[in-house]
């Protein structure tokens, strides 16, 4: 991957991780902005990191204040030997009375409320919740204090696959219902290169091939 990416010189360059697989307990689960933990496959994907982003020359590692991120972030910081911050502001939706619930028990008690969340995704939220896009606003707000002090730099970050893509979607443009079509699997990645005037994507889940 490092050897396709252009050079790093007048815009920083943002490689979003989306965190590793829970473990079955947890897959199921409305994780919200909670706490997690990683299953055995998880595991071995923070090992799959290690390698990929061997070659590639990281400045620092940002990430959720969740242990299913930020476990595998400083896992990733200690490889490359650069510092680590944890940011509440990059943490998942909360999901409000949803959270920790399964989504089959949401589904059986709560079907029209589950079915509006999806259907109306990005901009419906959890009963006592925050909807996905008050979250990227959120996300946002943390871009706008690192992007000054990152130009010329690779940041990687770590959080959930709802904020990254809701967050890409935001730098690129587009409105937060097509940030489905940016879905990464668990343990997936992506890179933007960001400007000052916005950003493009330098590569998208190329571990999929």
């Given amino acids: 991957m490092a050897g396709v ?11 979003l991780l989306r965190h590793p697989e829970l473990e079955p307990a ?3 689960l409305a994780v919200g902005d909670g706490p997690a933990k990683l299953g055995r496959r ?6 799959d990191w290690l390698v990929l982003l061997e ?5 620092g590692v940002q990430c959720a204040d969740q242990p299913q991120s930020a476990d595998p972030a400083r896992a ?4 490359q030997q650069i510092s680590i911050d944890v940011d509440a502001r990059l943490n998942d939706q909360n999901m409000g009375t949803w959270q920790g619930q399964s989504w089959d028990d949401l589904v059986k008690d709560e079907a029209a409320a589950v079915q509006e969340f999806f259907t109306n995704f990005g901009e419906a939220s959890a009963p006592g919740g925050e909807s996905l896009g008050t979250a990227v606003e959120r996300m946002y707000g943390w871009w706008t204090d690192v992007m000054p002090a990152i130009r010329g730099q690779t940041l990687a970050v770590v959080t959930s696959g709802a904020m990254i893509t809701g967050f890409a979607t935001a730098l690129l443009g587009m409105r937060l219902s097509r940030s489905v079509s940016l879905n990464l699997p668990h343990g997936g990645l992506g890179v933007l290169d960001c ?3 916005g950003a493009r994507i330098a590569t998208w889940n190329p571990t999929a091939l």
Wanted: net charge negative; aromatic share 6%.
């Fill in 195 to 197: 400007f000052g005037n």
């Fill in 26 to 28: 947890s897959s199921n």
């Fill in 55 to 59: 070659k590639i020359g990281l400045d």
């Fill in 5 to 15: 990416l252009p050079e790093v010189t007048d815009f920083c360059r943002l490689v």
């Fill in 42 to 47: 998880g595991q071995d994907q923070v090992l």
């Fill in 76 to 79: 990733l910081a200690a490889s």
